[in-house]
C-alpha cells in the first residue's frame, strides 16, 4: 500500500493506493472531479471571505453615520426649539448652549451628507457583488455540495476494481464534507451580513434624510428671522 498526501489550501488530500494495480478511466476521472471539488470549495470560501470583510467594513461605518446623525437630530431639538418650531419658543434656548454654533452645526450636516453620498456608491457596488454571488450559488453545486455530490459513487461501488483503496478514500472524503460544511456555514454568514448591511443602511437613509428636512426648515425660518418676517 502507497500513501500520497496532497497539499491543498483547503486540507490535505491523503490517499493509499494498492501498489501493481493499474487505475480505470473512471477511477482517473472521479479522482480528477475530486480534486476539482476542493479547488471550487476553496475558491467560494476566499470570496465569501474577502466580500464579507468588505460588508464588515460597510456595517462599520452605516454606525458611525448612523450614530452621528443621531446626535444631529438631538441637537437639532435645540435648534428648533429656539426659531419655535414645535415646542413653544424659549428665548433662553440660544444661551443655554455655550458652543451654539449655527455654522458649526450645519457644516456637519454638511459634511455627513457628503459622507452618506460617498458611502451610497460603495453599497451599491457591494449590493450587485452581493447580487452577483447569490445568483452563482448553486453553479457547479454538482460537484461539492453534498446533497448532489456522487462522482465518488461508482468507486465505491467497483472497489475491487480501483487503485485507490476505499477507507482511506472514505476518511478523506469526509474530511471533505467537514471542509466544505465550514465554507456552508460562511455562506450563510455572508448572506446573512449581507441582508443586514443593506437594511441598515437603508433605515441610515431614512434617519438621515428625516433630520436633513429639518435642518432645512430651521434654515428656512433662520432666513425669515433674518428678513424681519
Known amino acids: 500500500m502507497q500513501h500520497v498526501t496532497k497539499q491543498h489550501p483547503l486540507k490535505p488530500i491523503s490517499l493509499s493506493f494498492h501498489e501493481g494495480k493499474q487505475p480505470p478511466a473512471f477511477e482517473v476521472e472521479a479522482l480528477k472531479q475530486y480534486k476539482k471539488a476542493h479547488d471550487e470549495t476553496w475558491k467560494r470560501k476566499m470570496g465569501y471571505e474577502a466580500e464579507k470583510g468588505q460588508l464588515m467594513l460597510l456595517d462599520s461605518e452605516i454606525a458611525e453615520l448612523s450614530y452621528e446623525i443621531f446626535c444631529l437630530g438631538e441637537r437639532l431639538e435645540v435648534f428648533e426649539e429656539a426659531v419655535g418650531i414645535g415646542e413653544a419658543t424659549d428665548p433662553s434656548a440660544w444661551d443655554r448652549e455655550s458652543d451654539f454654533d449655527l455654522n458649526a452645526f450645519f457644516d456637519r450636516i454638511l459634511k455627513h451628507s457628503q459622507a452618506v453620498q460617498q458611502l451610497h456608491g460603495q453599497i451599491v457596488a457591494a449590493a450587485t457583488q452581493y447580487n452577483k454571488t447569490v445568483a452563482s450559488l448553486y453553479e457547479d453545486d454538482y460537484l461539492i455540495d453534498p446533497m448532489y455530490f456522487d462522482i465518488l459513487n461508482e468507486l465505491y461501488r467497483r472497489h ?23 465554507v456552508d456555514k460562511l455562506r450563510e454568514e455572508y448572506m446573512q451580513l449581507g441582508q443586514d448591511v443593506f437594511e441598515r443602511y437603508a433605515q441610515l437613509i431614512d434617519d438621515s434624510e428625516h433630520v436633513y428636512k429639518r435642518a432645512d426648515i430651521v434654515q428656512d425660518r433662520l432666513d425669515e428671522m433674518m428678513d424681519g418676517k
Request: proline share 0%; net charge negative; charged share 40%.
Open 160 to 182: 475491487e476494481e480501483v487503485e485507490v483503496d476505499i477507507v482511506s478514500l472514505d476518511k478523506d472524503h469526509q474530511d471533505f464534507l467537514g471542509a466544505y460544511g465550514e
